[in-house]
């Protein structure tokens, strides 16, 4: 074996062969195995770190589990109360993997200003609300204070503040329709923090305050609520879970996973995983192909020391070998610049945010990326692996080599 090694490392070191015929195509080789892993390397890295930003978005406005009555399973309003006694709050130690249940209730409304008026929610959050959810879509201010007497402080959208011309600090009136359709409530409430999430499904709705706002409005006891959020420790078990908590529920309740309630969003998700699996075969095979080429000119060109190996009594398998570990070190320099330009491309787009997106369409402002360095082994230890099963077939062509001819061979 180190004979065939350092065979295969003078042929690739030998000045001959980087003067020859196969030294444009072994660059484009090369190149090929680099821009394929740059390209998988950032189709998984911003399709997977997408799915995760939005997922994250969905969960932070509504938990990953919803418990409600059933007159509030597919609305964003509660419009009949709910008992804040259950068995499963404020822990829920009948199911594992929770780690978070919240009680909210929603009531719709109208700010008006002295020139605009915009429909909204308003979402109605007491001392059990995590506000580490929404921290980083912070942009202003701070977060309500939730734990302390009732107050009028909310978190408003960025949007909804540029439509109604609204800033930090401001106050505005809200009107809020009685059950009962007759006449209206209003309420004084003050800005002391702006979020934008960058969904604008949300960002143009919700405004969130304290809860006890919503069950004076609706006339509601202290106890009686919209509907718990929960959430899980791992989103990849939420349908299981999900199931788990519809069973330790009682009858008079429902629970929704938001990949139920948002299925257009979860379903266009999902394309992004078809779209990833094409790139990685179309990557793969073409720097495969490339790399088969390579070979072919590579051995094609060494007919003549083929042949004088098999004089001095070097068998198939073994020759065979010396143009693998050349492939292979080829391959190695590939991968090399690939993982060196992807990854060193994935964090400038994580740390300054270059490539922007439309909200509107994707649910985010800027390309999101997800560098998890156990997918970026896998991805290299694959395509080493195809490449070098692949080229077998092509290094066959050596068993066909005759001394007699390949030494005259010029």
Same mark, same amino acid.
């Given at each position: 074996m180190k004979l065939e090694y350092f065979i295969a490392k003078r042929l690739i070191t030998a000045k001959?062969? /980087?003067?020859?015929?196969?030294?444009?195509?072994? /660059?484009?080789?090369?190149?090929?195995?680099?821009l394929g892993m740059i390209m998988m390397i950032v189709s998984i890295a911003t399709g997977i770190g997408l799915q995760q930003k939005i997922r994250q978005k969905v969960s932070a406005f509504n938990g990953h589990i919803i418990i409600s009555g059933y007159n509030d399973n597919n609305s964003d309003v509660s419009t009949k109360p709910i008992s804040i006694n259950q068995n499963f709050y404020p822990k829920f130690k009948e199911v594992e993997g929770i780690s978070h249940i919240q009680a909210v209730a929603s009531k719709d409304g109208l700010i008006r200003t002295d020139t605009d008026f915009e429909g909204i929610i308003f979402k109605g959050a007491g001392k059990d609300f995590e506000t580490k959810n929404l921290q980083e879509y912070l942009v202003e201010g701070r977060m309500p204070n939730f734990k302390s007497n009732l107050n009028e402080e909310v978190l408003i959208s960025q949007y909804l503040c540029n439509r109604l011309a609204l800033k930090l600090g401001d106050k505005f009136v809200t009107y809020f329709i009685k059950e009962n359709s007759e006449g209206y409530n209003l309420r004084n409430f003050k800005i002391v923090g702006i979020y934008n999430s960058g969904f604008q499904e949300f960002d143009a709705n919700f405004v969130i305050g304290d809860i006890r706002h919503v069950q004076r409005i609706n006339k509601w006891k202290s106890d009686q609520i919209g509907s718990f959020e929960v959430f899980v420790d791992d989103f990849t078990q939420i349908e299981s879970k999900g199931k788990e908590v519809y069973k330790e529920t009682s009858s008079t309740l429902d629970s929704q996973t938001i990949v139920d309630k948002f299925y257009y969003i979860? #379903?266009?998700?999902?394309?992004?995983?078809?779209?990833?699996?094409?790139? $990685?075969?179309?990557?793969?095979?073409?720097?495969?192909?490339?790399?088969?080429?390579?070979?072919?000119?590579?051995?094609?060109?060494?007919?003549?020391?083929?042949?004088? $190996?098999?004089?001095?009594?070097?068998?198939?398998?073994?020759?065979?070998?010396?143009?693998?570990?050349?492939?292979?070190?080829?391959?190695?320099?590939?991968?090399?610049?690939?993982?060196?330009?992807?990854?060193?491309?994935?964090?400038?787009?994580?740390?300054?945010?270059?490539?922007?997106?439309?909200? #509107?369409?994707?649910y985010v402002n800027e390309a999101p990326v997800d560098i998890n360095l156990f997918y970026i082994l896998l991805l290299n230890i694959g395509t080493v692996v195809i490449c070098l099963v692949v080229l077998l077939i092509p290094s066959y062509i050596i068993t066909k080599i005759t001394p007699s001819k390949s030494i005259r061979f010029e």
């Open positions: 001959d062969h /980087k003067s020859s015929i196969s030294a444009p195509i072994i /660059k484009i080789a090369i190149t090929a195995i680099a979860f #379903e266009w998700l999902k394309l992004f995983d078809f779209n990833i699996i094409v790139i $990685l075969i179309v990557m793969i095979a073409v720097s495969t192909i490339n790399m088969v080429v390579a070979l072919l000119v590579l051995i094609l060109e060494r007919t003549q020391m083929i042949g004088i $190996l098999k004089s001095l009594g070097a068998n198939n398998w073994s020759i065979r070998k010396i143009f693998l570990y050349n492939a292979s070190y080829l391959i190695a320099r590939g991968l090399l610049w690939g993982n060196g330009i992807g990854i060193g491309l994935l964090l400038l787009q994580k740390y300054f945010g270059i490539i922007k997106l439309n909200p #509107e369409s994707y």
